[in-house]
């Protein structure tokens, strides 16, 4: 076979097309793909406390006792945050408008940054639009602040107890964390 040649395997028969565009095919016996995707530094770095627990977690609910539904980090999952009325109309309003079908900007549409800002500015601490970055959720927030703020080999206090995701992201940037306990 041309050492240029591409393979290519559809419903068990082999295509090959070289370099001169000539094409051959044949019947070959059809095997399992092997990836060669090796894992980045970050990745093998990486290490969520939360997920290994509540991953392994297996409970059953004691049936004399109310369960307290803390919902891991998503406080939809028992019903615990309903999203309220306005907001569910807001959306269809949105989605039924037809502009929001793309990409919103990387930092959030002006508009609602400029409600943010005014909703949390203060006459000693005065906000802008530009002062707002929204962003998907807490945890990418957590990780933009982190990787804004400290730079590989650097350190960050965390508190004891606290949230284990600033840990598990800093560790993963190459960044030391020094722990202090809380009383």
Request: charged share 15%; hydrophobic share 40%.
């Amino acid at each position: 076979m041309d050492s240029n040649c591409y393979r290519i395997q559809v419903n068990g028969t082999d295509s090959h097309l070289n370099s001169n565009g000539v094409h051959h095919s044949g019947k070959v016996k059809a095997r399992k793909p092997k990836w060669n995707v090796k894992a980045s530094d970050i990745s093998k770095k990486t290490f969520n406390p939360i997920r290994a627990i509540v991953d392994s977690m297996t409970v059953e609910p004691n049936p004399s006792k109310p369960m307290i539904a803390l919902s891991i980090g998503d406080p939809t999952v028992f019903g615990n945050l309903p999203t309220d009325n306005q907001v569910l109309q807001a959306v269809k309003d949105a989605i039924d408008s037809g502009q929001f079908n793309g990409y919103a900007p990387a930092v959030g549409y002006q508009s609602s940054r400029e409600v943010i800002a005014n909703f949390y500015s203060r006459p000693g601490a005065p906000l802008e639009a530009k002062d707002v970055i929204l962003t998907s959720g807490c945890s990418q927030a957590i990780e933009l602040a982190i990787a804004v703020l400290v730079n590989p080999g650097q350190n960050i206090l965390i508190p004891r107890p606290g949230f284990s995701l600033y840990k598990t992201l800093a560790v993963s940037m190459g960044i030391e964390v020094k722990l202090y306990n809380l009383l």
